[in-house]
């Protein structure tokens, strides 16, 4: 193995509108890079791909998507499982890695990451992108609702706010009331937490008597969820933070920070390009998706080269958009961000159910406080039934609601879709992802 890593960030991200052409030629310079660093001293990529048939010099993008199998999240856990602690996808002795962050808890073994100084230094370059793309100016200040466990969340955030010098103050171990204090207190003007968390800290403060009217809070950062795209929740928490623009992107641990908002079209993420080579496959056949066509996202990170992913498959369902954006950026784009996982959409007597799309039509409902859908397949057919909690200032009774939500979804899905309302403060309240989804079979949730 390679002793040094000071050449691991390969060739410069450009800066500026870059053309397309001028940004697929980067990805291929990097992803030669990328191969020749890695096939030598990097054993779980070593074993997967042989550098025999991509040979000294990569010759096309197309070569690399022909060649390279993709990689799953199954095998990672058994690598992990196989390769203690840390799995054998480590490009360099273990010496140069500085930091170690795992998976949220989405499968049963958590994934381990590592970093080194260079791949950690990318991730902070992709967070600068993100907050120019968000209008982040000199003087903000930021608070983050964010526990710091050890998944990598706002970490990769927080230390590229340290960086550039803004305010930071870390809301991590502080209950939900004290944290809307201490954004007013502080002169917050930029929070940063899950779409979840931010419904959920407005809608306390306004049950404590915390005036966020009153906050300087302009700007909302949220990941970790599809609701920071989905224009009914989008709303809801601009309501509840007046003033506040919501501001979506997302990532996850293995890759990394990911995508931003378009500054011109909410509603849509762009691809960071330049540090990722996207694809959207069919989940069934793994074959390309068209455009327009709802497949899975498939990423591979083009600056991240001491644990690197190669052709990972997500899970995240998306809609890509090829073509110049209205924003001026090539970069590609997924129409309404992350619109749920390949494995929570359900088939509902022959109807696609995303969970993208419930949000969107429970949000519509300003009296829902909270939900939680119940996937029932105790029969032959699969049932959704649906629990809303009201809000405390409901104007509405339990009856309307439950009228006026389900004749909602017949007339967005052509689905009846029983619905169940419970008191305020029935349903549990999330943090960090929520956990709405759950499945009902042989009587047991």
């Keep these: 193995m390679s002793g040094s890593v000071a050449s691991e960030a390969g060739p410069a991200c450009q800066s500026g509108s870059t053309s397309r052409s001028e940004l697929d030629e980067l990805q291929l310079v990097k992803l030669r890079h ?30 690399f998507q022909r060649l390279v199998p993709f990689t799953t999240k199954h095998e990672l856990v058994k690598d992990r499982l196989e390769h203690p602690p840390y799995g054998s996808n480590l490009t360099y002795p273990l010496e140069h890695y500085v930091r170690c962050h795992q998976t949220s808890g989405s499968t049963a073994v958590p994934i381990r990451w590592l970093d080194t100084r260079e791949s950690w230094a990318a991730l902070l370059e992709n967070w600068a992108r993100i907050f120019a793309a968000a209008g982040v100016r000199h003087d903000d200040r930021f608070f983050f609702a964010f526990s710091f466990g050890p998944f990598l969340g706002f970490w990769s955030a927080i230390e590229a706010v340290h960086r550039q010098g803004w305010f930071c103050f870390s809301g991590g171990g502080m209950s939900t009331t004290a944290r809307a204090q201490a954004i007013l207190d502080n002169r917050i003007t930029v929070l940063c937490c899950t779409p979840t968390y931010a419904q959920h800290l407005g809608e306390t403060a306004r049950q404590k008597g915390i005036d966020l009217s009153l906050s300087r809070v302009r700007l909302v950062i949220v990941a970790g969820e599809a609701g920071g795209s989905i224009p009914a ?37 762009h691809i960071l390009e330049e540090s990722y080579l996207a694809e959207v496959i069919d989940p069934r056949t793994g074959e390309p998706a068209e455009p327009g066509q709802t497949g899975e996202l498939v ?68 009296e829902v406080g909270e939900y939680l859908v119940e ?15 009201l809000t405390h200032s409901s104007s509405q009774g339990a009856e309307a609601v439950r009228h006026s939500l389900e004749e909602a979804f017949q007339a967005a899905l052509n689905l009846r879709v029983p619905v169940r309302v419970v008191p305020p403060g029935t349903l549990p309240r999330y943090e960090m992802k929520a956990r709405r989804w759950v499945r009902v079979t042989e009587g047991v949730a």
């Excluded at 040979?55 to 096309?60: F, P, T």
Aim: proline share 7%; net charge positive; hydrophobic share 35%.
């Design 233 to 269: 929740t989008r709303s809801r928490i601009a309501q509840l933070w007046p003033g506040a623009q919501v501001f979506d992107h997302h990532g996850m641990t293995e890759v990394g920070p990911v995508s931003y908002q378009c500054p011109a079209q909410p509603g849509r993420l």
């Design 34 to 63: 990328l191969l020749a660093t890695l096939l030598p001293a990097n054993r779980f990529y070593s074993r997967k791909i042989s550098a025999a048939e991509i040979g000294s010099s990569l010759a096309s993008i197309a070569q």
């Design 375 to 389: 996937v029932d397949s105790r029969r032959a057919m699969l049932e959704l039934n649906l629990c809303v909690e």
């Design 299 to 366: 990423l591979t990170t083009l600056d991240r080269i001491g644990s690197p992913a190669l052709r990972y498959r997500t899970g995240d369902l998306v809609t890509p958009l090829r073509g110049p954006c209205r924003c001026g950026t090539q970069d590609l784009t997924l129409q309404g961000g992350i619109l749920g996982r390949a494995d929570d959409m359900v088939v509902v007597r022959g109807v696609n159910v995303y969970p993208g799309t419930v949000e969107e039509i429970v949000r519509r409902c300003p």
